[in-house]
């Protein structure tokens, strides 16, 4: 689905957001201005970008990391942003890092609870067990011999 | 010192933003205790709550660019970030002449000032329709 930078505005309601609370109370924003705003948001998006690209470029990276945008920051003159945005970083990285381990979490919360279920039926349990006790061996002479080659 | 808010003398240009903005931002906490309480537990946690601006709309908008083949999310994250630094930036900056030209409305024409006078927003030049 390819877009067009045209069609990707940033949503009114959260520029609009941004707006009033960067500005004291009583303060009005026309809707020519926010509409500006929201352009001007965009155009800042696709030129952080390109800077940051060229950086990955440089390191012969295909991909744009954290670093290259910082580095775009400061080649744009927007160094204040710099400090601020760092620390934003850092607690995303503890937050994306908390959610690979409550997803991990879950998954293992899943595998308990499907061996709960299993132990509803006790003597298909033993007969599984009986089954389960051939195979690792099975598997184990399977391993060997790849282990040899 | 008497409370001012009740006082029926015509507002000066000062006290009342001071006053203004005191109640806004109690009235903006209040709004996102709201806002939490009612999402539920899952919602305080994430973190998408440190981005105002949706990552994936960021993310879209990134790869109109032809020579942009991946975008880490940390990446992604920060642009989002920087660019509400931005917006918060140049409404601030535009304030300024509409100010100076005693209005408390942003008017186009006040971007367009604090554009052509600011660098940092140089880029912008002639990008706005």
Redesign the interface.
């Known amino acids: 689905m390819a877009?067009?930078?045209e069609d990707?505005n940033?949503?009114n309601a959260?520029?609009t957001?941004?707006?009033k609370?960067?500005?004291?109370?009583?303060?009005?924003?026309?809707k020519?201005?926010r509409?500006?705003?929201s352009?001007?948001?965009?155009?800042?998006?696709?030129?952080?970008?390109?800077c940051?690209?060229n950086f990955a470029?440089k390191a012969k990276r295909?991909?744009?990391?954290?670093g290259?945008?910082?580095a775009a920051?400061e080649e744009?003159?927007?160094e204040?942003?710099l400090e601020?945005?760092k620390e934003?970083?850092e607690?995303?990285?503890k937050?994306?890092k908390?959610?690979k381990e409550v997803s991990e979490q879950k998954r293992k919360d899943k595998e308990k609870k499907n061996d709960s279920e299993n132990d509803k039926s006790r003597e298909e349990e033993e007969e599984e067990e009986d089954r389960m006790e051939e195979e690792p061996e099975a598997e184990n002479e399977a391993e060997e011999e790849e282990v040899e080659n | 010192m008497a409370a001012t808010v009740a006082t029926p003398v015509t507002p000066t240009e000062l006290d009342p933003d001071r006053c203004g903005s005191e109640e806004e931002s109690r009235g903006a906490e209040a709004e996102e205790e709201n806002t939490q309480q009612q999402i539920g537990p899952a919602a305080a946690v994430s973190h998408s709550r440190l981005s105002k601006l949706p990552l994936a709309r960021i993310k879209a908008l990134m790869k109109t660019d032809p020579d942009v083949s991946l975008a880490s999310q940390e990446s992604v994250f920060i642009i989002a970030k920087a660019t509400e630094l931005f917006v918060e930036m140049i409404a601030k900056d535009a304030l300024v002449y509409a100010q100076q030209g005693k209005r408390k409305t942003l008017q186009r024409k006040d971007l367009d000032n604090a554009i052509e006078a600011i660098d940092e927003f140089a880029f912008l030049e002639g990008t706005l329709d």
């Open positions: 877009e067009r930078p990707l940033l949503p959260v520029i957001r941004i707006i609370e960067a500005l004291p109370d009583g303060v009005n924003v026309s020519e201005a509409r500006a705003i352009q001007a948001a965009s155009v800042f998006v696709l030129y952080a970008t390109s940051a690209n470029m295909k991909t744009l990391n954290a290259d945008v910082l920051m744009m003159e927007f204040r942003f601020p945005l934003a970083l607690v995303y990285k937050g994306q908390g959610k």
